[in-house]
C-alpha cells in the first residue's frame, strides 16, 4: 500500500504551482534559465540600475539567469534571440557562485565560497582594480529551518556583500541584496541607510508572495566618516 507522506503531497503542490507559474513559462519561452531573470528585471526598469558599459559583478550566480539578463542588457542589439545573447559586449560581468555555471559567452565566472578570502581575491583579481559599478547578490544560505541561525547567516552574506561593495563600488555604483524579511532585517535595512544615499527595498512581482525573499537596493556611497583616532 502506498502511504501519501506530507513532504510528497507538497512536493506536487509546488510543481504543479512551478509548472503553471507565468514565470516560469516566460523564462521557458525566452531562453533563461531561472524564472529569478524577471525579478531582476524588475528591479532594474524600476530604478534604472543597469546600462551598457557597466563593469557587474553577480554574487550567488548559478544557474545564471541573472547573468543571462546582464548580457543581454550589454548586447542590446542581440536581445531577443533567446538563450544569453552572443555577439560583442558592451560592458563586463563577473560572476561567483558555490555551485558550477554553465557557460554564458563572455560572463567570467569563479566558482567558491565568497565567505573565503581566496576567493575574493579572485574576484579583486578578475576585476584588475576596475572600479564596479553595480554589485548584484542573489546569495542564499541553504535554509536549515532554525530561524535563528538561518537569519545570522544571511546576515553575514548581506555584510559582506555590503563591505565588498564599499571596497570596490564607483561613488555613484550600486547593490541590489536579496534578503529574507524576518528577524535580522531591520539591522540590514539600517545598514544600507548608514552606507547608501539612496535605500529602496523592493518586492518584485516575480517574487512569490508566499516568499519571505525581498531584494535591499542601495545607491550611491555616503562618505564614511574616518574614526577618531584612525589616520
Ligand atoms: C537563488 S540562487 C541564485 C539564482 C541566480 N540569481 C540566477 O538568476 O540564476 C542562490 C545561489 O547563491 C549561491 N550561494 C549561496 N551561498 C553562497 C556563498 N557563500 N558563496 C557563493 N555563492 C553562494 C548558491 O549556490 C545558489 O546558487
Request: proline share 4%.
Amino acid at each position: 500500500m502506498k502511504i501519501k507522506t506530507k513532504s510528497k503531497k507538497v512536493n506536487k503542490a509546488w510543481l504543479n504551482d512551478h509548472m503553471n507559474d507565468t514565470y516560469v513559462k516566460l523564462a521557458q519561452r525566452e531562453g533563461y534559465r531561472a524564472r529569478a531573470a524577471y525579478k531582476l528585471k524588475e528591479i532594474d526598469e524600476t530604478l534604472g540600475l543597469i546600462r551598457p558599459g557597466q563593469v557587474v559583478v553577480d554574487l550567488g550566480a548559478a544557474p545564471g539567469a541573472w547573468s543571462q539578463y546582464l548580457r543581454r542588457r550589454f548586447a542590446p542589439k542581440e536581445a531577443g534571440t533567446g538563450g544569453a545573447a552572443s555577439g560583442a559586449l558592451d560592458g563586463s560581468i563577473i560572476a561567483l557562485d558555490l555551485l558550477p555555471l554553465e557557460p554564458i559567452e563572455g560572463v567570467h565566472f569563479i566558482q567558491g565560497d565568497f565567505h573565503e578570502d581566496e576567493v575574493l581575491a579572485k574576484l579583486e583579481s578578475a576585476l584588475g582594480g576596475r572600479p564596479v559599478d553595480l554589485v548584484v547578490s542573489d546569495m542564499a544560505p541553504n535554509l536549515s529551518g532554525i530561524a535563528a541561525s538561518d537569519s545570522a547567516r544571511m546576515a553575514l552574506l548581506i555584510e559582506l556583500a555590503v563591505e565588498f561593495a564599499e571596497k570596490h563600488l564607483r561613488p555613484e555604483g550600486a547593490l541590489v541584496c536579496k534578503v529574507f524579511h524576518g528577524s535580522g532585517y531591520s539591522q540590514l535595512a539600517t545598514l544600507f541607510k548608514a552606507r547608501f544615499r539612496v535605500f529602496k527595498p523592493i518586492k518584485p512581482k516575480a517574487s512569490r508572495d508566499k516568499s519571505a525573499e525581498t531584494f535591499l537596493v542601495g545607491i550611491g556611497l555616503k562618505k564614511m566618516a574616518k574614526a577618531v583616532g584612525n589616520d
